[in-house]
């Protein structure tokens, strides 16, 4: 049998559906590529058993003809999805031990679509980062490396494992969280298919907290239909999470028509910075040609508020991180390192079981929101934030989707940006506007750089109308053609 | 506005964080590397702008105020890193 963890999910979910090989096969194939990615640390956790178990229940499903959406599909979750009687860690020292008892919301849907688990993925401490170097179980290393050198390259984050299991064909797919670029940044710079849908699409119950008016869980896969596919299982309504939108979840695969004619794509022009690598440039270009070849209507337009992102981003972020990790008190779940009154263990437990990122987060955080400060940071940034989004709302009175680069350049090596955390949050210059205003977005992998490294375009849309972003990123994808994939170094 | 170490001690004892005297100083300048960084947002003029609360146009769905759910002691104190009969410990907080 040819190697089955190269199948894409569409085409694994034909060849289930055909009887040519069972999802135990399916599922076997994957435990061996997960067990021979340990050097990548992708997973933090890895559940080979339950994984056959659900597998074996899957063929009795099928051959009971009554199989789900997604049956038989062995996919990673990110460990910031509670997943009952699995220890989910967020990356973080702090929830040691933690074992939910009860399922995330996103997580159930796709079991109760028959996807089964193969383990939980590595990420940045509670998704705060861009390279997945803040985790407490370790680095994730990109499957990707530079033509002719062999040093470890960052995934990107805070979906770095996710990443790295997809890319690695570890995983057929893989479920990420975006807060202001963690599924699309790391998609970029492994080479792979990462969608963040609009703010509310899917269910955030059960999903670790970091910023709850970001957070948005969300696919990632190695081609746009499998993530439609995935999205599809993920979506819908729950009342479990009062931010959810009770709308229909359509048929995201369906979407997918290959046609864009007269489509309009905008192309921001505060998105060309100053200082942007030629090769960044000359992607886009490319990009804007596909989609122009493929009858779609070039549309120049204007994001002004663009610059101020990034800074809005890092006061409303922390700060709401600052509230959600209160929770982290060393009473209900975690760690716990005793002191001579409640108030010393707290602060004990919190110093020993966040990491430097994390603290650095919370301090900022806890300064913006704190008396006499509220004014000047937390809602002068959620104002700047309301110009952010009436930005995208009026250029949306002209174009149907826009297109960007996904980041401004491709993995880097680990520590290279390790001094200053400007530099860093730097990486999320193209993903952070879109956060703010809740769009859903998708990286699509559209050429390597001179390095031999993936690069992504990103196409953002309107409001939950993720149907015309796959619509247009199919197209993009075909027009790109991206078939590299990385050498498997990593098996050894 | 610039945070001096006293300010950075407040602020981690807000946080209730423990931050060792000899990294206040250092913390001190990270944080004012970020909010000087941050000053920029000055620059925008948000005078007749309501600070966005919603990302999606809704409001707040109601619910009817009852007892729908519980019951899950035992699932509730599972994790906990010390307690008893359902109830989770901590260090004594009264003399």
Known sequence: MSDLTKLTIAEARAGLEKGDFSSRELTAAHITAMTASKPLNAYITETPEQAVEAATDSDTRRAKGEAGKLDGIPLAIKD??????????????ILDGFTPHYESTVTANLWNAGAV?????????????????????????????REGDESALVPGGSSGGSASAVASFSAMGATGTDTGGSIRQPASFTGIVGMKPTYGRCSRWGVVAFASSLDQPGP????????????????????????????????????????????????PKEYRLDGMSEEIDTLWQQGIDWLKAA???????????????????????????????????????????????????????????????????????????????YDAYYLKAQKVRAR??????QAYLNVDVILTPTAPSAAFG??????????????????????????????????????????????LGKPFDEETVFRAAGVLEEAAAFTATPTDWWRG | MSLD??????????????????????????????????EQLGEVDTADVEPMTSVAEMRLRWRADEVTDG??????????PSGEDGYFAVPKVIE
């Open chain 1, 117 to 145: 688990m193969l383990g939980k993925v590595n990420l940045d401490e509670f998704a705060m980062g861009s390279s997945n170097e803040t985790s407490y179980y370790g680095n994730v290393v990109n499957p990707w490396r």
């Open chain 2, 71 to 80: 019951g899950y002691v035992e699932d509730i104190v599972a994790n906990a």
């Open chain 1, 414 to 459: 680990f520590g290279e940006k390790g001094d200053d955390p400007l530099e860093m949050y730097l990486n999320d210059v193209f993903t952070v506007p879109a956060s703010l205003a809740g769009l859903p977005g998708i990286s699509v992998p559209a050429g390597l750089s001179t390095e031999g490294l993936p690069l992504g375009l990103q196409l």
């Open chain 1, 388 to 393: 952010i989004a009436e930005d995208f709302k």
């Open chain 1, 295 to 373: 009858g779609a209507e070039i549309v120049d337009i204007s994001l002004p508020h663009t610059k101020y992102a990034l800074p809005a981003y890092y006061i409303i972020a922390p700060a709401e991180a600052s509230s959600n990790l209160a929770r982290y008190d060393g009473v209900r779940y975690g760690l716990r390192v005793e002191g001579k009154d409640l108030n010393e263990m707290y602060a004990n437990t919190r110093a020993e079981g966040f990491g430097a990122e994390v603290k650095r987060r919370l301090l900022i955080g806890t300064y913006a929101l704190s008396a006499g400060y």
């Open chain 1, 80 to 93: 910031l999805f509670c997943t009952k009687g699995v220890l989910t860690t967020a990356a973080s020292h």
């Open chain 2, 5 to 38: 170490k006293a300010t950075v001690a407040k602020v981690a004892n807000l946080a209730r964080i423990k931050v060792e005297e000899k990294d206040l100083e250092p913390m001190a300048a990270e944080l004012n590397n970020i909010l000087g960084w941050v």
């Open chain 1, 220 to 267: 990632m896969a190695r081609t746009v239909r499998d993530t439609a596919i995935m999205l599809e299982a993920m979506a819908g309504f729950d009342p479990k999470d009062s931010t959810s939108v009770n709308m229909p979840v359509p048929n995201f695969e369906a979407a997918m028509t290959g046609d864009i004619k007269g489509l309009k794509i905008g192309i």
